[in-house]
């Protein structure tokens, strides 16, 4: 982390290695740094005189935010955030460790692309990515809120001159079973991925259906979308669901255990979910009726 941060707005590239230099001198890498700042070791003056003098030390902007008693506020962080590590391992710490040794035995220009990597911090990203995914992993085992129903699953392949890319979409149906439900469609590189983004998307995008007496719809509702249209019809206590999977399933979440339905047209599956969303939404309540109309429930 201490390279990552320890460029400053340098313009040529022996700045740059003194900026170095000094986070490495920071580490316990005195040797390293001066032999890469182009002098000899020394523990009295000269690059170590610096590290005693605050404005020294922000003038040269080699210190980053984690180093006590040479922060400086006005001094620009150059790490990136995406590879920034969530904490120091001790693989990370071998890392500098390799790194400094061979920065030692290389000659003077190696010496400056080690130092150029080490700024940018190549030798890490691995560690840090690897890191970041054990982090994401753990988060994967919390349970789920909503109930989850996957509708489809389709894949595509592009092929290039260095294979096929495969790319996954899927279809994703949630709910509680008491009447809140949502849908959304999720991409990735695998399924588990696509599903997951999906998930992710419908929880955000939920509504809330209206039940008669929590088993079926209040009345007859119908909807189109392109060449899929669908008739939703209520259902006595105790019929069941009386349609096919993705309508059933959808009902399922919906907490609708008594409903009638017929596809007429097209019954593909992203159709089919668009249009029975949009029969649900439009079943009223009697009490819905009565707010449009500005009257109370019993005069309708």
């Not at 890469?36 to 003056?45: K, M």
């Not at 419908?202 to 189109?224: C, N």
């Not at 339905?261 to 969303?277: D, Q």
Request: overall charge positive.
């Amino acid at each position: 982390r201490s390279l990552l941060t320890a460029l400053g707005d340098a313009d040529d590239t022996m700045d740059k290695v003194a900026r170095v230099g000094a986070a490495l001198l920071r580490r316990g890498l005195g040797s390293v740094a001066e032999t890469a700042r182009g002098g000899a070791p020394s523990t009295t003056g000269g690059w170590y005189a610096n590290l005693a003098n605050p404005t020294q030390c922000t003038r040269l902007g080699a210190f980053g935010p984690a180093t006590r008693g040479y922060v400086s506020s006005t001094l620009p962080r150059f790490a990136d955030d995406r590879f920034s590590p969530v904490f120091e391992t001790p693989e990370m710490d071998k890392e500098y460790e390799r790194l400094a040794v061979e920065i030692g035995k290389a000659p003077k220009k190696r010496q400056r692309f080690l130092l150029t990597e080490a700024l940018k911090g190549t030798r890490l990203k691995p560690l840090i990515a690897a890191e970041r995914e054990l982090l994401k992993e753990d988060d994967e085992f919390k349970p789920r809120d909503l109930q989850t129903r996957v509708i489809d699953v389709n894949r595509t392949c592009k092929v290039t001159k260095g294979g096929g890319l495969m790319n996954f979409t899927a279809l994703v149906i949630v709910g509680n079973g008491d009447g809140v439900v949502g849908f959304a469609t999720g991409k990735g590189k695998d399924v588990s991925l696509a599903v997951e983004k999906a998930y992710l998307r419908a929880s955000r995008s939920l509504v809330y259906i209206e039940r008669f007496e929590k088993s079926t719809i209040f009345h007859a509702q119908e909807a189109k979308h392109c060449k899929t249209k669908i008739r939703l019809m209520p259902a006595k206590a105790g019929e069941g669901l009386r349609c096919n999977q993705i309508v059933e399933s959808i009902c399922e979440m919906a907490g609708i255990t008594d409903l009638s339905a017929k596809v007429i047209g097209s019954h593909h599956p992203h159709n089919t979910v668009r249009a029975c969303f949009e029969a649900l939404e439009r079943v009223q309540s009697p009490a819905d009726v009565a707010a449009a109309r500005g009257v109370t429930v019993y005069m309708i």
